[in-house]
Nanobody
Framework: QVQLVESGGGLVQPGGSLRLSCAAS????????ISWLRQAPGKEREGVSC????????YYADSVKGRFTISRDNAKNTVYLQMNSLKPEDTAVYYC????????????????WGQGTQVTVSS
């Protein structure tokens, strides 16, 4: 059974950067699209970004376009989320997840989740 583990969260000032990692153990991520989602206190969980497995296509929520970059290194079995120009409204617990399918598809339930990593943007 593949397990996902996020890392890289922390406290950063507005305008700063963080890079989140989503590492897999117990299996490979090669065949799966991987998504990043986040949930802020008192708010619903929202999709942030997704990268497909087959062609590496990437998708971003409007709120993070131009600031966040998703990438994957299949050799390291890891997906990254580079977050630049961070804003206080980016504060949330960030999760990586997969529907165990090769493409990024809206509305398909995620089958595997990481435990989440806290990102706090504050001065």
């Amino acid at each position: 059974q593949v397990q996902l583990v996020e890392s890289g969260g922390g406290l950063v000032q507005p305008g700063g950067s963080l890079r989140l990692s989503c590492a897999a153990s117990g299996g490979t991520l090669d065949d799966y699209a991987i998504s990043w989602l986040r949930q802020a206190p008192g708010k619903e969980r929202e999709g942030v970004s997704c990268i497909s497995s087959s062609d590496g296509r990437t998708y971003y929520a409007d709120s993070v376009k131009g600031r966040f970059t998703i990438s994957r290194d299949n050799a390291k079995n890891t997906v990254y989320l580079q977050m630049n120009s961070l804003k206080p409204e980016d504060t949330a617990v960030y999760y990586c997840a997969t529907a165990t399918r090769p493409g990024c598809s809206a509305g398909v339930p995620f089958r595997l989740w990481g435990q989440g990593t806290q990102v706090t943007v504050s001065s």
